[in-house]
C-alpha cells in the first residue's frame, strides 16, 4: 500500500584538555550549528560536502571538529606504572618526551586537516565556519557541545578501521546511543540528497521522533517517504496519516507506505525500489525497528549502506 500526499514544493560531553581553534566567535550563544567531525579517513572529503550541504539547506553555521585521541596521543605521558627501573629511568624521560613530539605533530597534522576542510567547505559556498579541536574522548567532546549543535555529521567508517566491524561496533555505535542530536552518517563519496524515507512503527517513542523531526528542519521542504513495516490494517493507516499530520511543517510532499516482511530488506528495497537518498531512523522502544538499529543487523546496514543515513535519537 502507498499513499502520496502533495504539501509543498520541494526546493533543491567534558573532554580532557583542549586545544581549540576558532574562528567566526560573534555567533549568537544560542546559534545551533551543523557540526562536522573531521579525521584522516577516506570519508573526510564526503563528510565536508555533506556539512555544507546541511549549512546551506538548513541555513545552520558550520563547525569543523577534529578530535585528538586522548589514548594515542596523551596530553601529558604518564610512565608512573613504570617507577622502579633504577637505573633506566633516563629512558623513561625519553619515551615520555617522544610522546610529547607525537602529540604536537598530531595537533598540527590536525590544524592542517581543519584548514584543508575548511578551505573545501568554502568552496562550496560556506562562509560562516568555525574551527575546534579538542584533545580526548569523541564521544565525550561532541556531549560537550551538543547543546550548540544541530546536526552532527560524521563518515560511517573513521580513519582507525581497517576493519570495519571494528569501528562499527564501538566508536560509531557508542556516539549514536549517547547523543540527542540528530547525526548524519555519510559515505565515502558525495550527492545531493534529494529525497528521504523515515522507518516508522506507529510506537509512542516513534511518534516523539517524528515529532522531533517536524521541529528539527533537517529535512524542510524535502519528499518524505514514511514507511511502516508489518501487516497493512486500518489501525495502521491511522497511524501514519496521524504521523503525515504531524509532519506539516516541513511542508514537503509525503508519500504513506505499509510494506510486510522482515525490517531490514524491506527498508533496502523500498529505498532502491523509488531511488531514495537519506534514511531516516530512529531508536524507537522494544520494537523491531529499534532492534533494528540497536541489534546485530545494525553492522550490516552500515557496512552496506551507499547512501547516507540519518539518526534520530
Not at 88 to 94: A, N, Q, S, T, V
Amino acid at each position: 500500500m502507498q499513499n502520496t500526499t502533495p504539501n509543498a514544493k520541494h526546493p533543491s560531553q567534558q573532554a580532557s584538555q583542549q586545544a581549540s581553534q576558532e574562528t567566526q566567535q560573534n555567533a549568537p550563544q544560542d546559534t545551533l550549528y551543523v557540526v562536522a567531525c573531521i579525521d584522516g579517513s577516506r570519508a573526510a572529503p564526503a563528510v565536508c560536502d555533506y556539512a555544507a550541504w546541511a549549512s546551506k539547506y538548513m541555513d545552520s553555521p558550520l563547525t569543523l571538529l577534529h578530535v585528538l585521541d586522548e589514548e594515542r596521543y596523551p596530553s601529558e605521558p604518564d610512565l608512573a606504572g613504570n617507577i622502579g627501573l633504577g637505573s633506566r629511568e633516563h629512558l623513561l624521560d625519553e619515551l615520555a618526551e617522544l610522546d610529547r613530539k607525537r602529540s604536537k605533530l598530531a595537533l598540527e597534522h590536525g590544524n592542517h586537516m581543519l584548514e584543508n576542510a575548511e578551505q573545501r567547505v568554502k568552496q562550496a559556498g560556506i562562509s560562516d565556519i568555525k574551527k575546534r579541536q579538542r584533545h580526548g574522548d569523541l564521544t565525550e567532546s561532541l556531549l560537550a557541545l551538543q547543546e550548540q549543535t544541530r546536526l552532527l555529521v560524521m563518515g560511517l567508517y573513521g580513519e582507525s578501521s581497517s576493519d570495519r566491524d571494528v569501528r562499527i561496533g564501538s566508536q560509531l555505535e557508542t556516539v549514536i546511543r549517547s547523543m540527542s542530536r540528530p547525526i548524519l552518517l555519510v559515505p565515502d563519496n558525495f550527492s545531493a540528497p534529494q529525497s528521504s524515507m523515515l522507518a516508522f512503527d506507529g510506537s509512542a517513542t516513534a511518534f516523539r521522533g517524528v515529532e522531533h523531526l517536524a521541529a528539527s528542519q533537517v529535512l524542510k521542504g524535502m519528499p518524505l517517504h514514511l514507511v511502516m513495516v508489518g501487516e497493512e490494517s486500518p489501525e495502521a493507516m491511522v497511524q501514519l496519516r496521524k504521523a503525515e499530520a504531524m509532519l506539516a511543517p516541513l511542508e514537503a510532499e509525503i508519500t504513506l507506505a505499509i510494506r510486510s516482511g522482515e525490517v531490514e530488506p524491506v527498508l533496502h528495497s523500498y529505498q532502491d525500489e523509488h531511488n531514495i537518498d537519506l534514511l531516516v531512523m530512529g531508536a524507537y522502544g522494544h520494537s523491531k525497528i529499534r532492534r533494528f538499529l540497536l541489534g546485530s543487523t545494525t553492522t550490516n546496514m552500515l557496512k552496506t549502506a551507499k547512501k547516507p543515513l540519518v539518526i534520530l535519537r
